[in-house]
């Protein structure tokens, strides 16, 4: 399936694995490159030897395209900003910011830059910035969010920009894929989907529940503090939001209770730490390899039309960039 997006970045299905912090590593970006899609080792938290090393380990796994992830909240973005500029992986992807400090330097290394955006007026922003393409994420996603659904975002995007557009939140099979087309977009970023895969290292515990979980199982929490983040209902986030009433009263204890539960739910403890998903785990009910999910996912997409939408998307794109 050829777009925009699977011309941009080399990649053979029009299907991104979102950056997932803590998880996502040379495993699991490894597996979806070489499956054809584009891997994205994610950066945020992680020291720098790290990173340096799981884009070593990801390029001995396959000579696709790898991408990385900088959260640009993060204390060490800008070290870690010249770190992949002097590795020269083929895409950054960015969240939590923006990456203008950073932009030519990597677009100076020949590397795509793909901002992940919430609204229509960033990605417009993203794009006057120099932005290759965007990821434009609704708020049913895993991880920290935005206030808009999918549905309403993406083709809000899609009108405010030329540059391609992936469609990310709530997709996880080919129906997602589908009307990510349907909207605009010229790929799609999954993220939660791929948490089950068995390229994905996480604990087994977090794994099944992800497998169990049904439409209503997930919560967000950190609202109040202007993070909002997606995860499944556990002791953990029910405790959590019931502190976050009283944040005055209550916030130095949200505050420890918040360090290292990421890592307490990718270890196993699916009671006290944060299982970051989407609202699509609903739809991921089986364990599969990352290539298998791929072909899956894109054979029901194909299946449903989404070749002949992928391919208008594309001419309409190209058709408004002539001014036709
Ligand atoms: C466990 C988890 C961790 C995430 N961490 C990050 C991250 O570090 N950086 C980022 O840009 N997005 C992060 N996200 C968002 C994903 O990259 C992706 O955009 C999102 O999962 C897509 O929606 P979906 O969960 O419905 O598939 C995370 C998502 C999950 C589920």
Known sequence: ?????????????????????????????????????????ACGGAPLSWVEEQVRIARSMTDKPIGANVMLMDPNAA????????????????GAGSPANFMQMWKDAGIKVVPVVAS????????????????????????????????????????????????AGGIADGRGVAAAFALGAEGVQVGTRFLTV??????????????????ADTIVTGRGSGHPVRCLKNKFARTVRKLEGDLA?????????????????????????T????QSAALVCERATAAEA??????????????????????NARRERAGR
């Open 120 to 167: 229509s007026a960033l990605a417009a922003r993203m794009e006057r910035l120099g932005a290759d393409a965007v990821v434009a994420e609704g708020t049913e996603a895993g991880g920290h969010i935005g206030e808009l659904t999918t549905m309403a975002l993406v083709p809000a995007v899609c009108d405010a920009v030329s540059i391609p557009v992936i469609a």
């Open 1 to 41: 399936m050829k777009t925009r997006i699977t011309e941009l970045l080399g990649i053979e299905v029009p299907v991104v694995q979102g950056a997932m912090a803590r998880i996502a590593d040379a495993s699991l970006a490894g597996a979806v490159s070489e499956a054809g899609g584009l891997g994205i080792i």
């Open 198 to 215: 068995e390229e994905c290292t996480i604990a087994d515990a977090y794994k099944e529940r992800v497998l169990a979980a049904k439409d």
């Open 249 to 273: 009263q209550n916030g130095d204890e949200l505050e420890a209770m918040y360090v290292g539960s990421l890592r307490r739910a990718v270890e196993g403890d699916v009671d006290n730490g």
């Open 275 to 278: 299982m970051m998903a989407g």
């Open 294 to 315: 791929i072909a899956r996912m894109m054979a029901e997409a194909e299946a449903l039309g989404a070749l002949d939408l992928a391919a208008t998307a594309s001419a």
């Open 79 to 94: 070290e870690l900003a010249k770190l992949l500029a002097d590795l020269r992986v083929d895409v950054v992807t960015t």
